[in-house]
């Protein structure tokens, strides 16, 4: 059974930096891929960066400030976030699927698999 748990969100100011952590167990193989979600107060789920053997994809909101890495020997992927601003401020969540072909990385249905979250607060 595959299991998702993020980790490492928190309180930080303006311009700060935090990096999640999302660890992964019982996928079979390392052809999966895991993206990160956010939800803001009031806001629908967003689909923030990805990761795919090898391939990355970000929103348009965070490219250049967020990097998104992957450490298959420990199966887990992280995301670093630097330059945070209030409105990276949201519930973040990461997602997975076995990779079988062409998908849509930043929309939720197309994701089995989802851990229970862990809240970024940017503020001063």
């Known amino acids: 059974q595959v299991q998702l748990v993020e980790s490492g969100g928190g309180l930080v100011q303006p311009g700060g930096s935090l990096r999640l952590s999302c660890s992964a167990s019982?996928?079979?193989?390392?052809?999966?891929?895991i993206t990160w979600f956010r939800q803001a107060p009031g806001k629908e789920r967003e689909g923030v960066s990805s990761s795919r053997d090898g391939y990355t994809y970000y929103a348009d909101s965070v490219k250049g400030r967020f990097t998104i890495s992957r450490d298959n020997a420990k199966n887990t992927v992280y995301l670093q976030m630097n330059s945070l601003k209030p409105e990276d401020t949201a519930v973040y969540y990461c997602a997975a699927k076995y990779y079988s072909g062409p998908y849509l990385w930043g929309v939720e249905r197309e994701y089995d698999h989802w851990g229970q979250g862990t809240q970024v607060t940017v503020s001063s």
């Open positions: 019982g996928f079979t193989s390392d052809n999966y891929i």
